[in-house]
């Protein structure tokens, strides 16, 4: 008794010392450096003093920060936004080897913290599978409102892939992007082949819109958008802010639906407009344009579009000269090809609706000027996707890729599934499982269980009860339907025996299979067994 007591004793000491395990490290892993997309850095506001302050992501004075440090003007001559306000600079901090600026993108936040963590559930993933900061793990932040192929973002990249190699040990790279995050780095991949196949073992892109987001930047372009949802988004950025920088944001240009790609479903902008012929009479149409169709429509949607700053009004129509840019970015894209040495996997969300095409008015009430297309909500029309990149734009890389995995999930909450790190715990030969292959497999999800034996005068008896959540692979929206319109299985099976010891046994055990639901099988098992042992 006194040696537990001792035990204890020391256990608790231990514990109040606040004392922690060291993380666990695997030498013997690749580096990975993780790429955000669009939104998903740290951006700081750097004075001519050397005052620096977070000007993206912050609560507190949010929008009026954002309105005076990122508000920016494209420069046709240079294919660089530069700021409104001439005495900042904005840069990106390069903390814990890059991770800190795409970690959580408010720090400081503790209510609602969770609408601002980016890569930080997969960084702590990654820490839990033996990778360490600063040898196996790293992060490239960037200025999200320059173009995918800037050159300053460009040559900092290539400087990005020369230390993690250096410091790895001169192992070659995994890079795992999210979002537009996979548009940079297939520009780089375009640009300077010859560095990315010296550097680069495998790239994982998660969510890519390799052919744009169509529905989603259409409306960002003509209303704005919000990167944060519910309540929070009272204390952040307002839409109609975010809607001014995106006009002038080369990367949101390149996020547009390709014109020149062969679309299965093509993308429209339409609109109900009231129309008078040379008799008054008044009819009302419904209208349809094509993506280069669209151009001249959204073009006089916005030709009055001005922006206050510092009191000083200023024109912000649709960008002509960023449009030329972002079609040249996108044939740049379109000669990207995969060095042999380099293993390309490409992961996509499924299984919400998503924007498409965008329709502005009703047959009640239509549109009669084109510039009131900037007050009216817009109403989507969806496909399949992660609700902002649409399945067929996602898959459409146009690479010779290892393998593409369809999972069920949204485009930010894709980055934090964990079907998601299961494949790339796989593809990174973090585990040694051998019967795991992501392509045909189900993943299982352990999520309860519970195991109680009991025995007295003579009868022993055990039960135990387990429950799964079972993940599908790639499955056709038509079969995902199919499995959820399914009822709930039942079975069961009992097994009895007689012998010298025990003199009687028997157990039974019941499995229930629920109907599908988000993409996801609940599977319940209950198993009890009697014995009497003489």
Known sequence: ??????????????????????????????????????????????????????????????????RMKLWSRFDPSTG?????????????????????????????????RDCVCYFHDMIEQMIKWGFQEGKTLFGFGYDFRQSNRFQETMDRFAAKLESVYTASGCKKINIITHSMGGLLVKCFMALHT???????KSWIAIAAPFRGAPGYITSSLLNGMSFVDGWEQNFFVSKWSMHQLLIECPSVYELMGCPDYDWHTVPLLQLWRERHDSSDDTSIILESYEPSEAIPLMAEALSNNKVNYDGVELPSPLNIDILKWARETQKILSTAE???????????????GTAHSVCYGSEQIPISDVQQILLFQPRYICVDGDGTVPVESARADGLNAEARIGVPGDHRGIICDPHVFRIVKHWLKVDSDPFYNPLNDYVILPTAFEFEKHKEDG?????????WEIIPGDNSH???????????????????????????????????????????????????????TG
Not at 26 to 53: F, K, S
Not at 343 to 348: D, G, L, T
Not at 459 to 467: I, L, M, N, R, Y
Request: glycine share 6%; proline share 5%; aromatic share 6%.
């Open 338 to 352: 995969v060095p042999p040495s380099v293993k390309f996997y490409n992961i996509y969300g499924t299984n919400n």
């Open 194 to 200: 010859n560095l990315f196949e010296k550097y680069v």
């Open 478 to 532: 038509e079969q995902v339907s199919a499995l959820s319109d399914q009822k709930t299985l039942i079975g069961s099976m009992s097994v009895s025996c007689t012998g010298k010891d025990p003199v009687h046994e028997e157990a039974k055990a019941s499995l229930i299979a629920h109907p599908q639901i988000d993409g996801k099988q609940h599977v319940e098992v209950v198993g009890l067994s009697v014995a009497i």
């Open 80 to 112: 660089k936004t530069v700021s409104l306000d001439p005495k900042t600079t904005i840069t990106v901090p390069e903390d814990r080897y890059g991770l800190f600026a795409i970690d959580t993108l408010d720090p400081d936040m503790v209510v609602g």
């Open 1 to 66: 008794m006194a040696v537990l007591e001792e035990i204890i004793q020391l256990l608790d000491e231990w514990l109040r010392s606040g004392n922690k395990q060291e993380a666990y490290v695997n030498p013997n892993l690749d580096p990975v450096l993780l790429v955000p997309g669009i939104a998903g850095t740290i951006l700081n506001a750097v004075t001519e003093d050397g005052h620096e302050e977070r000007v993206w992501v912050r609560l507190l004075a949010a929008d009026r920060e954002f």
């Open 459 to 467: 009868f022993e008896v055990t039960s135990v009860k387990e429950e």
